[in-house]
């Protein structure tokens, strides 16, 4: 490839932003009103038209998802100390929450064929002490929900999922939201969908969205009311705004993100040193990440540079595991993760987003056929 062709800098996700005009217009009536935060009427509107997108019984929106799942975890009220099964195969923030709320996270190795939580290590971390099961749908691949339902209410556990990377995913026709006691969403810019900073809680029962209520709003009901402890996790109306707006081109960015999956597919499926992740056919993907794993941490190591070298920014997603970042390594029950390790090593994310242009998919592919031959 030519110079000119290497100037460009393809990133591995870029913000989706609806027309400007549109959202200059939307956001013209909060002059007159003067209400950009505190639960305002686009707040309102956008939890419930995001429940009905997302197929979900209620919806709690937050400042952000990581906030989202911290004040989750914190409206179950866990005895301090408690400990949380999760995954070591995720963003970092899973594991903060767990810890920001004083409580132990166990890590239960993953899948190879998808990255989410092994359901079959589950019940040999379950202790005394064991409160919650905490999953991470793994870019958009979705946990065995069914089986681990089975185990929480053997064990009479809270399921909690990390949904960050599920937005919009149905499974076996469900909102992936419906399922456990509550799931997670991020509204990061970096996300299918954005509100440009946001997030959400999906939940079926009312209490844990008035405690959620309480927690993200200073425990505030009344101009003279304060019923409880709580901070400050509201979303502001700017950032509802935007994520109206952008949720009438969901379906239509959803599908555009396909076509690149489609591409990448085409073109990588059957290449000597990379795979896939295995589809789950009953799954309605929302084509959030295109990760393919390589044969060895070598190889994945190389393509990362080479294509760093070509101005393609991939991502080593999720490397290291967060049970081996300096703040957790060694802190917490040691468990054997030989499947999460060998991911980290060998995953490597691929650009996608939805406006990511056809020519730039085959400068992406061109790129990995010509460093690997």
Sequence with gaps: MDNKDNSKKIFVTRTYLPPYEEYVEAIKPLWDSC?????????????????????????????????????????????????IITTPFTFISTTHAIVRNHLQPVFCDVKKCDGTIDETKIEDLITEKTVAILPVHVYGNVCNVEEIQKIADKYSLKVIYDAAHAFGVKYKGNGIGSYGDASVFSFHATKVFNTIEGGAVAL????????????????IRGEELVVSIGANAK????????????????????????????????????????????????????????????????????????????NIYSRKYFFPLTSDQACFKNKYKIVELPVARSLAEKVLVLPLFSDMERSDVSRVINTIQEIIV
């Design 35 to 83: 209400w950009i935060t505190n639960m305002g009427m686009y707040h309102k509107r956008l939890e419930s038209e995001l429940a009905a997108y997302l197929d979900v019984p209620e919806l709690s929106l937050m400042v952000n998802g990581h906030m989202a799942l911290e004040m989750t975890l914190q409206a179950f009220d866990f005895p301090e100390g408690s400990e």
């Design 204 to 219: 079926s029962d009312h209490r844990l969205y008035e405690r959620l209520y309480n927690l993200k709003n200073f425990g």
């Design 235 to 310: 979303m502001n109306e700017f950032s509802a705004i935007m994520g109206l707006c952008n949720l009438k081109y969901m379906d239509s960015v959803i599908q555009k993100r396909k076509k690149c999956w489609d591409m990448y597919v085409n073109a990588l499926d059957g290449m000597h040193e990379i795979s896939f992740f295995k589809d789950n056919i009953v799954v309605r993907k929302n084509y959030a990440y295109f990760p393919i794993l390589t044969e060895t941490m070598k190889c994945r190591d190389k393509l990362y540079n080479c294509l760093r070298g070509q």
